[in-house]
């Protein structure tokens, strides 16, 4: 009976189409992770992205790779792009970082001003903005080896990372290093303080808000594409039973090129990655909740018109009545954290009510 009631909640016998229509074009996928102890260990999930990353720079095939560190500005967490040319500097920006990044200001330069050739670790909508970039000229085009993006779901404003920080922070001083996410399984956020303390809290602390779609940055309402679709390898979780069982963290990986494909064999058969080839409703159903909604444009833009916010129908997504229902909690949760009262109330509320608000949206998410 729980085996059942876990596998209705985890797992969708998504058609041929519907898995064309999500993931995207693709030559193969994987389930791997770094071979290298220390890389996996500082990693969002297997390692798979920063360790394909120093294999393309330790072999030689790359000068640089474009990847996003944390920075602290007046004692806030804020990712930061650079343009890592060490193993070192790779590990440094290992992990996740949740908050708005700004990748046509702040990354592109970056890339223009790089004189060597490069890969580039994106968000979906930042692949995109690189592909047009790429499609108007030919040098920067030359320039680029590789492109990885990873899975994303949305991302969130700098504000609610502040916030939890505010929380962890009391009487201990400025912020002086941060991870959203580290670890297995969800993992844990962790937050050094000026006085020393090291302040860790499951990721949930952090994500329960987030995955309620409270501070998430509007232009991701308008988004249809989680698997990030311009680019040579994808590269996300495993939020599946099977993969929680596995004390091994691992990264979903989807190979979309030539290029992607032949790094991944290589990256295997070298002894750098660690993994297999799994079948694409594997790592469809490591995302069979978020994947789905997050596809359905079309229920936001209907589900705008009544919350005054306007969203473009971009896409073929077949609409059911409960994708509404996420539609108006998730465009209702953004705005109401966006006003002063709102936010107030949020943060204020006791967490079980946050848990409980989240169980309602999960169960929808599972219909
Ligand atoms: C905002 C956001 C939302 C995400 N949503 C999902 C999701 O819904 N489902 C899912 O399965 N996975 C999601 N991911 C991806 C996932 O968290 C891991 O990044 C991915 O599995 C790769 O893990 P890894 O251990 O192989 O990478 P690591 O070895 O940890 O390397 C991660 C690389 O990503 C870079 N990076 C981190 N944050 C950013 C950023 N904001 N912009 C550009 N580059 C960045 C790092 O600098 C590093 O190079 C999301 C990531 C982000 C940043």
């Known amino acids: 009976m729980i085996k059942r009631l876990r596998q209705a909640l985890w797992h969708k016998n998504f058609t041929p189409d519907q898995l064309r229509r999500y993931v995207g074009e693709f030559e193969q996928c994987y389930f791997t992770y770094a071979a ?24 030689g ?24 040319r060490t193993r070192e500097e790779i590990m440094v920006a290992q992990g996740s ?36 970039a790429r499609a108007r000229s030919a040098a920067l085009d030359a320039r680029i080896a590789l492109v990885i993006t990873l899975f994303c779901g949305h991302n969130s404003e700098p504000a609610l990372t502040d916030a939890i920080v505010d929380r962890l922070g009391q009487g201990h001083g400025p912020l002086t290093g941060y991870h ?11 937050a050094t303080f000026a006085d020393g303390a090291q302040v860790v809290k499951p990721f949930e602390t952090f994500s329960d808000y987030r995955n309620l779609y409270f501070f998430a940055q509007p232009k991701c309402h308008h988004c249809f594409d989680h698997f990030g679709y311009h680019c040579d390898i994808s590269a996300g979780d495993i939020w599946s039973p099977r993969m929680k069982a596995n004390p091994i963290k691992h990264t979903a990986l989807i190979a979309r090129t030539p290029a992607g494909s032949a790094l991944i ?34 229920a936001r833009a209907r589900v705008g018109r009544f919350l005054g916010v306007r969203i473009k129908a971009r896409n073929d997504a077949r609409v059911r009545p409960v994708d509404y229902a996420i539609a108006f909690i998730a465009l209702l949760n953004e705005r109401v954290s966006r006003t002063r009262i709102g936010r107030a109330v949020i943060l204020r509320a006791p967490r079980p009510v946050i848990r409980l608000y989240l169980y309602l949206l999960k169960g929808l998410e599972s219909l």
Not at 61 to 76: D, W
Not at 107 to 121: H, K, N, Q, S, T
Not at 180 to 190: A, P
């Open 36 to 59: 290298d102890d220390a890389v996996h260990a500082n990693a969002a999930s297997g390692g798979s992205v920063s360790a394909l990353l120093i294999y393309l720079l330790e072999s």
């Open 97 to 132: 970082k949740y908050a708005a990044v700004y990748f046509a200001n702040d990354a592109l330069p970056l890339i223009e001003a790089f004189d060597g050739r490069l890969a580039v670790v994106a968000l979906p909508c930042d692949a995109t903005i690189l592909q047009r």
């Open 265 to 298: 064999a290589a990256a295997l058969r070298d002894g750098v990655l660690i993994g297999s080839e799994e079948p694409v409703d594997e790592i469809a159903n490591g995302q069979a909740r978020t994947a789905p909604f997050h596809y359905s444009v079309n």
């Open 180 to 190: 959203w996410r580290i670890g297995h399984w969800r993992g844990s956020l962790e």
């Open 61 to 84: 095939q790359i000068g640089g790779a474009l990847v996003c560190r944390t920075a602290l500005r007046a004692a806030k967490p804020r990712p930061e792009f650079i343009i890592a």
